[in-house]
């Protein structure tokens, strides 16, 4: 099959490995003509160009641009198709997307692979990065059953688990799992930052171990993505981040009251429920 891949940053250019893996022959678009380059020596694409028109041959067409440029890109690149090319995006917002281009594309089916690393660019792909990782699925009541079948072989072909549903539904599922814990980890780095003492903050940031490592990972990541899924999916973070306000005020007033058995009854049931959300706990 002939895939396009426009984005060839990570998951991009990580796609394009895993896609060239199982035979597909893939064209990759970039806004640099460096990255182009980089991605063929990678092995990422097969072919790759600054211009959209290397799409009009593709069967199917993956957005793999920064969620803020979705929209505009799919705008763009859909002048350069044919009507029966399958479009899917990767971001880890769906329902302003999938509002804004069903009606314009009718083989559009929004996706979110959840994977990816700290790092960023075509540099950092790599193979395999979808294995076993959940991929999600949102088409509508109007998403024609070909254009689901399409992806959901590709889908399959990368070893991802696949889930399907409702774009509203998605977006407030991951601000719970993934943009809040963005949220609440940047809170932590800043509060850190807030040490009044010099020698204390110091001594701080040498005894930081595994433990601020794992609770400040996403908080440390790329600012723009934070940003990107604070703004694109604004009302769930917040609905998340009031939750997350109330339940930190009750541990507040857990310990203001020396409610110590209160306060283990709380750490009881988070140590008990937390290998619901993480497997490998």
Not at 44 to 56: G, H, I, K, Q, R
Not at 67 to 93: F, K, M, R
Not at 103 to 123: C, D, K, Q, R, V
Request: overall charge negative; hydrophobic content about 40%; glycine content about 8%.
């Amino acid at each position: 099959m002939n895939i396009g891949i426009l984005g060839l940053g990570l998951i991009g250019g990580s796609l394009g490995l895993d896609l060239r893996s199982h035979g597909h022959y893939v064209f990759g678009v970039s806004r640099q003509e460096s990255t182009c380059t980089k991605a063929i020596a990678l092995g990422s694409v097969d072919e790759a160009s600054v211009n959209m028109n290397l799409l009009t041959a593709v069967e199917v067409v993956f957005i793999c641009t920064p969620i803020g440029l979705i929209i505009p890109t799919i705008e763009q690149l859909i002048t350069h198709l044919p009507a029966n090319v399958v479009i899917t995006d990767v971001g880890s917002v769906k329902t302003p997307i999938v509002k804004a281009i069903s009606p314009l594309w009718t083989n559009f089916i929004g996706g979110h692979p959840m994977a990816g690393t700290a790092e960023s660019g075509i540099e950092a792909a790599q193979r395999h990065l979808f294995v076993d990782r959940p991929y999600v699925l949102t088409p509508t009541a109007t998403t024609p059953p070909e254009a689901i079948s399409t992806v959901e072989k590709i889908v399959k072909q990368l070893g991802s688990k696949l889930y399907y549903c409702p774009p509203e539904n998605h977006d407030r599922a991951v601000s719970w799992i993934s943009h809040l814990p963005v949220m609440v980890s940047a809170a932590l780095i800043t509060a850190c930052l807030g040490e009044s003492d010099p020698e204390v903050l110091q001594l701080a940031k040498k005894l930081a171990s595994s433990g601020f490592r794992d609770t400040s990972r996403v908080g440390g990541g790329n600012p723009e993505l934070g940003m990107m899924m604070a703004q694109y999916n604004q009302q769930e973070v917040l609905r998340s981040l009031h939750q997350y306000r109330h339940d930190l005020d009750e541990l507040i007033h857990l310990i203001e009251q020396e409610n110590w058995t209160g306060l283990e009854a709380k750490l009881k049931l988070t140590q008990s429920s937390r290998p619901e959300f993480v497997e490998d706990c």
